[in-house]
């Protein structure tokens, strides 16, 4: 029996870039946290202390900011240059992963039009991207977290299994609210990111909005589809919805009737509903994600 390493990576986390674009007439703004996780020959390191394959990960985040010079782009493009920048440049790295969330920004609206180079930073859904690099191969990871959607009625949750510990009523007429959490991996590296990010994240909103539902598990599966249905380069998404519950306020006590009009929105705990909607003759993905 021996002790032996096993997989490993490095490489510097949450690399905070914001980059200003500065037009003549106006200036454009950009807002992106980076994360380096590089592997390949990293024995020697972890066995002897042998740091030669070791680039730094100071050198990884200016890297980042260099390329950041030349310009940003889509989240998915600016990965996969530094990625592929990496596993070329260093004949030890045999593998570079990049993970990006961008922040949005308005415009603010001034009094006489769009404010030049004045911005407000728009709400709590973010980008994200994830690259993974090798010598002969791609992968390209789109997404988007913290959309929050809320249907007011059209929601019932009924006929489920029940043991000696279950309480919860059945209802034919609830609030089904969430925070989407959904992450699409495309066929190609060379897909229009700037084009199906947009599209996706109001297909998901769309069918969250169109679907009568029986379960957030049964909405869960219509958004998935309605993505794949409509973009046929992107093979899988996985999503992780959160249940945010809102639970009608017992108003009897006051002698005041609730009509359901008055809820009392819960942050925790809340029910996690998880699912991947796939293509079934697509490869696999070789990216744990
Ligand atoms: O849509 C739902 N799915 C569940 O699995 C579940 N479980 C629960 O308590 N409420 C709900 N709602």
Known sequence: ???VLGDNRYGKAEVHLVRVDRGADRHGLTDVTVGVSLSGELADVHLRG?????LTTDAQKNTVFAFAAEGVGQVEEFGLRLARHFVASQPA???AEVRLTEQPWDRIEGSDGPAPHSFAR??????????????????????????????????????????????????????????????????SSDADFGKSYPDV?????????????????????AMGERVLAAHPEIAEIRLSLPNKHHFLVDLSPHDVENTDTVYYAADRPYGLIEGTVTRDDVAPSMMDW
Do not use: K, P
């Not at 969250?208 to 909405?219: G, N």
């Open 201 to 221: 994240r109001r297909l998901l909103a769309a069918a969250f909005a169109e679907t009568y539902s029986y379960s957030l598990q049964q909405t869960l599966y």
């Open 93 to 95: 790295i045999r593998r």
């Open 1 to 3: 029996m021996g002790i």
């Open 50 to 54: 042998d740091n030669s394959n070791v």
């Open 122 to 187: 728009n709400g709590t859904c973010l980008r994200t991207a994830r690259v993974r690099v090798t010598a002969d191969a791609a992968e390209v990871v789109s997404g988007l977290t913290g959309l929050t959607l809320l249907n007011t009625t059209d929601s019932e949750f009924w006929g489920f299994a029940t043991d000696r510990y279950t309480t919860l009523a059945e209802t034919r007429d609830r609030i089904l609210a969430t925070a989407v959490d959904a992450q699409w991996r495309h066929l």
